[in-house]
């Protein structure tokens, strides 16, 4: 998704949820409201590949600072839209 290409919401979140199902092989239905840890059971490892596939995916820089504020998929996907429409 790099370019002038314009993403919004929608799209973030489909990627997200695609790279999600990817990392848990399918084992979790995901979707907006699922936990990325409660739900998941990601550990800090699968967490940073996830953030480093979306960087490449966004063409977007992902500073670790917000990850305090990321729970679930929509917080996650709601501060990659801010980070995409900034760069």
């Known amino acids: 998704m790099t370019g002038n290409v314009t993403v919004d919401y929608p799209q973030i979140v489909a990627e997200i949820c695609a790279e999600l199902s990817r990392l848990t092989q399918g084992r979790v239905e995901v979707g907006e409201d699922t936990d990325l840890l409660g739900d998941l059971g990601l550990d800090s490892l699968q967490v940073m590949n996830l953030m480093l596939q979306i960087e490449d995916q966004f063409d977007i820089s992902i500073p670790v600072s ?22």
């Open 66 to 87: 917000i990850l305090p504020d990321v729970k679930t998929v929509r917080d996650f996907a709601t501060q990659i839209e801010r980070l995409v429409r900034a760069s």
